[in-house]
């Protein structure tokens, strides 16, 4: 088991940064494929960014493509999304999410891949 803890969110400008954190439990973090996923109010949850378990495969949704960027602590446990030239649209509550199987694309790009979710951290971008 994993449990997963978000932070880093908040209330940016539009062309701002923010910085998400996501700590995990457990001393099987590195064999863990880690995505980020958000959900604004009234939509589905999307597909943001993941990672594989080393960190040598990162994937992105188009819309955050050149603005968001994903890595990897492992000896630190932790996961992070450094995300840049924020929008009003990037507006939504933030996800971590883990699965211990062996997945890369398409599979990361799909909520149902993923075993364990954070509580989530909520991002305002004003305009």
């Known amino acids: 088991q994993v449990q997963l803890v978000e932070s880093g969110g908040g209330l940016v400008q539009a062309g701002g940064s923010l910085r998400l954190s996501c700590v995990a439990s457990?001393?099987?973090?590195?064999?863990?494929?880690m995505g980020w996923f958000r959900q604004a109010p009234g939509k589905e949850r999307e597909f943001v960014a993941a990672?594989?378990?080393?960190?040598?495969?990162?994937y992105y949704a188009d819309s955050v493509k050149g603005r968001f960027i994903i890595s990897r602590d492992n000896a630190k446990n932790t996961l992070f999304l450094q995300m840049n030239s924020l929008k009003p649209e990037d507006t939504a509550v933030y996800y971590c999410?883990?699965?211990?199987?062996?997945?890369?694309?398409?599979?990361?790009?799909?909520?149902?891949?993923?075993?364990?979710w954070g509580q989530g951290t909520q991002v305002t971008v004003s305009s």
């Open positions: 990672i594989t378990w080393s960190g040598g495969n990162t």
């Open positions: 999410a883990a699965t211990g199987d062996n997945y890369y694309y398409p599979q990361l790009r799909m909520a149902q891949s993923y075993d364990h």
């Open positions: 457990g001393r099987t973090f590195s064999s863990y494929a």
